[in-house]
């Protein structure tokens, strides 16, 4: 029985990789984005490829003290002997309210894509958007990547990343029809939101060609680097202790609330606004429960 595979395999004099000499051909000649992409698609991406691809990646790598770097560094306060369990307890917490918008808005863009003729110019493509935010409305759903619960007024990376796709001729149909979403949706809503970071990596990732089943691991691989550093600041700085112990001091004990059943509570934490994934496209502006990815 033979196991086929295109990425690593080794004998006993060298490593291949991707077809390719591990050692002579790839350290020290790849970057590791470039490597990551290729590894993903199993074809070398070009040079304005890896730029999008890369910025995507410094865009999701860190947003400070959010939950997932929380629970990393107060799993590291309790495991120090655990880099890889404190690591593995972020990563763990990418989900629907964090990090997961990427694959979500990704995904949500490629299929309306795939149901219409791609339109020609941007009136055609606010058109589009138009007729895309009504549905979601009409369907009691949201538009994933709309709305930031810190930048009311416009999530920094968005203008930026879609300008570097456009100066590397990456700007693809994904990133289209989010932009005119962007535009459009006042018309809808009554309100303008800003078209979040997370969002916008998704649509990028996606003209990138790259798998979308796969969108969310890129948001976990950028966050991995975020969380070591995390965890080298917790060395240098720890706060994970004063955030143990500042819960631990002022709980407050109350009688037992028994569960009745039927949808489980919001927490304070999302302002019972509703969840990325959630279902009610008035409360849209508090589902920017991501945390800026």
Known sequence: MTYETALGASTRETITLLGHDLADDVM??????ELAFWLATQERPSRGQVRVFEAVLAA???????????VTRLTWLSAPDSVQGALAAGLLGGGSRFLGVTEDCGNF???VLADVERPADEAGWDALALETVRARRAAGAFVPGLGHHVHKDGD?????LMQIAREEGQFGPHLELFAAIGRMHHEVLGRTLPLNGAGVCGAALADLGL????LRGFALLARTAGLIGQL???????VGNDIFLSVDVNNVPVPPQPWSGGPAPRSRADGGA????????PLIDGAGAEDGP
């Open 28 to 33: 020290g000649e790849v970057g590791f984005g």
């Open 60 to 70: 999701l790598a860190d947003h400070g003290f959010t939950p997932t770097a929380i």
């Open 109 to 111: 863009l490629h299929a």
């Open 156 to 160: 920094p990376r968005t203008p930026r």
């Open 211 to 214: 798998p979308l089943p796969l």
């Open 232 to 238: 080298a600041e917790e060395l240098r700085r720890p």
């Open 274 to 281: 509703q969840r990325s994934t959630g279902d009610h496209l």
